[in-house]
């Protein structure tokens, strides 16, 4: 069990429902207690005042934009702020939309929504979207493999892939494909959506943009997340065009409109927070701890109901997350195992993430700060017999 430094429980930091086990932080994260409470000061702030809020907010903008950059080791410059991933994703298919005919690589094991953007922004402009086809279990430099044979054998202007994958929960080696990609003339939109907090050092410099949510591990209120452009010729845009429209980048960014964005003004102190109260490199030593202990206690639980092969192997696992198949050996699709999730945590009283992959379902269970060997061995014992008997009545 991790502890604060003054000897409370990890977990007392947060406010989760106590009356359910929590093993679901990749999805959308948790905020903890002291860092919606700094979020309700900035609420209040604005709302006392918002002339004086709307009307300083560019200084500010520009100093939290210096501090995040800071800590994640890029040129304030490089660096804006967007509400989440997709949302810098889409400012990467706009700037390139212009361009003319795109021809768009993905990987089946990209995120729906930003591969859906991905195929919009090709098909709107003429172009093509190419889906690599990349095995489970396939190492690392199998990865690069296919990368490197697509791309030295096809036109492409912009390779979109992800740093972790959200159906899969394993890392892709995202520095080597964006060399390959782009000395040989590709764009590269690297989505790096669970890496803040979870790696040491999560930007990937070789890419030409960058983009990471910071309300999962990083633990900050939802709506703030990062961009990166590491290209000085790529002319990025916010979505929504406001006064900072004839402004450089960064500094457009700055002018985001009459919207709530205490989120972005809480990331630092969510930051500060936790490495005050349990320290980065204890929690990233725990979410692998408890990887290590679901492996050993979920895998178990799903071997006893048959499942003869319960721990996915994935090439390059992600520290703080694990895939599990599920029981039964049916054929499963999106739509099906996303239904497996409310009424799995409503009969259970315990929280996870339902994927599909080529059409074998999963459980992706991930780890956070407060996650503890009992939430794990509550999910094995009770949950996983009862998640089988769910899929057993749903396969009649």
């Known amino acids: 069990m991790l502890t604060a430094k003054d000897g409370r429980e990890a977990r007392d930091l947060w406010n989760l429902d106590p009356g359910f086990r929590h093993l679901n ?12 409470e700094h979020q309700q000061e900035q609420r209040h702030a604005m709302e006392r005042n918002p002339v004086r809020w709307f009307s300083t907010l560019v200084p500010r903008i520009e100093d939290l934009r210096s501090d995040l950059a800071e800590r994640l080791g890029v040129p304030s410059d490089h660096l804006v702020l967007v509400a989440n991933a997709s949302a810098g994703a889409s ?9 003319g005919p795109l021809h768009v690589v993905v990987t089946d094991h990209g995120y729906g929504a930003v ?6 922004v090709a098909r709107e402009t003429g172009g093509t979207v190419a889906t690599l086809q990349i095995p489970l279990g396939a190492t690392d430099d199998e990865v690069l493999q296919v990368f490197t044979e697509h791309l030295s054998s096809h036109q492409t202007d912009l390779v979109v892939v992800d740093q972790v994958t959200s159906p899969t929960a394993r890392r892709l080696p995202v520095a080597e494909i964006a060399r390959c990609a782009r000395s ?6 690297v989505d790096g959506a669970h890496a803040p907090g979870a790696l040491a050092d999560p930007v990937v410099r070789e890419a030409d943009v960058w983009i990471g949510n910071l309300h999962k591990f990083w633990c900050a209120p939802r709506g703030s997340a990062v961009l990166v452009r590491n290209s000085p010729d790529l002319d990025l845009y916010p979505l929504v065009d406001s006064w900072g429209g004839r402004e450089r980048y960064p500094e457009r960014f700055n002018h985001q409109g009459t919207v709530d964005i205490t989120s972005w003004f809480s990331a630092s102190f969510a930051h500060d927070h936790l490495e005050g109260e349990l320290g980065w490199d204890a929690i990233r030593s725990h979410g692998a701890a408890m990887m290590r202990h679901a492996e050993q206690r979920i895998g178990g639980a799903l071997a006893d109901v048959g499942v003869s092969d319960p721990i996915a192997d994935v090439g390059h696992a992600f520290d703080p997350m694990r895939l599990f198949r599920l029981p039964g050996g049916r054929i499963w699709d999106h739509a099906g195992v996303d239904a497996l999730r409310v009424p799995f945590m409503e009969a259970t009283g315990c929280i ?3 994927t599909e992959f080529h059409g074998e379902g999963f459980l992706r269970v991930s780890a956070a700060p407060y996650t503890t060997e009992e939430d794990i061995d509550e999910m094995a014992t009770s949950a996983i017999p009862i998640l089988a008997e769910i899929i057993g009545r749903r396969t009649l």
């Open 184 to 189: 040989l003339g590709a764009r590269v939109l």
């Open 115 to 120: 591969s859906m953007g991905a195929e919009r």
């Open 91 to 99: 400012v990467m298919f706009r700037a390139l939309a212009q361009s």
């Open 352 to 354: 996870g993430a339902f």
């Open 25 to 36: 932080h990749g999805s959308f994260g948790a905020v903890p207690t002291a860092v919606l």
